[in-house]
């Protein structure tokens, strides 16, 4: 079992930059690639971004492709998700998740992922 807890969520101007932080604890030595999606108002829930653990590989959503910026601490357990150039159509609860399979590259499909986070909420005010 793998639990992740997501912080660095809140309301930031547009234009602004937060960091979001997931750590994994219980068995994070299983974890392969880890994720962010995100769920707004109203919306299903997107892909935003992952990483590879092994080799740090990373996969963005044409969304926030050079807005966000994913990276991993392995010593930590810890991936973030660096958001800079706020939009108010970022505004969800931004959810980190993990897989423990290996497929050779970072995935958007949530079915590939086996544990999720409760999820952090970012408002963007314009």
């Known amino acids: 079992q793998v639990q992740l807890i997501e912080s660095g969520g809140g309301l930031v101007q547009a234009g602004g930059s937060l960091r979001l932080s997931c750590v994994a604890s219980g068995r994070p030595s299983s974890i392969r690639a880890m994720g962010w999606f995100r769920r707004a108002p109203g919306k299903e829930r997107e892909f935003a971004a992952a990483?590879?653990?092994?080799?740090?590989?990373?996969f963005y959503a044409e969304s926030v492709k050079g807005r966000f910026t994913i990276s991993r601490d392995n010593a930590k357990n810890t991936v973030y998700l660096q958001m800079n150039m706020l939009k108010p159509e970022d505004t969800a609860v931004y959810y980190c998740?993990?897989?423990?399979?290996?497929?050779?590259?970072?995935?958007?499909?949530?079915?590939?992922?086996?544990?999720w986070g409760q999820g952090t909420q970012v408002t963007v005010s314009s």
């Open positions: 990483i590879r653990w092994s080799d740090g590989s990373t």
């Open positions: 998740a993990a897989e423990t399979t290996d497929w050779g590259r970072p995935t958007k499909e949530e079915d590939e992922y086996d544990y």
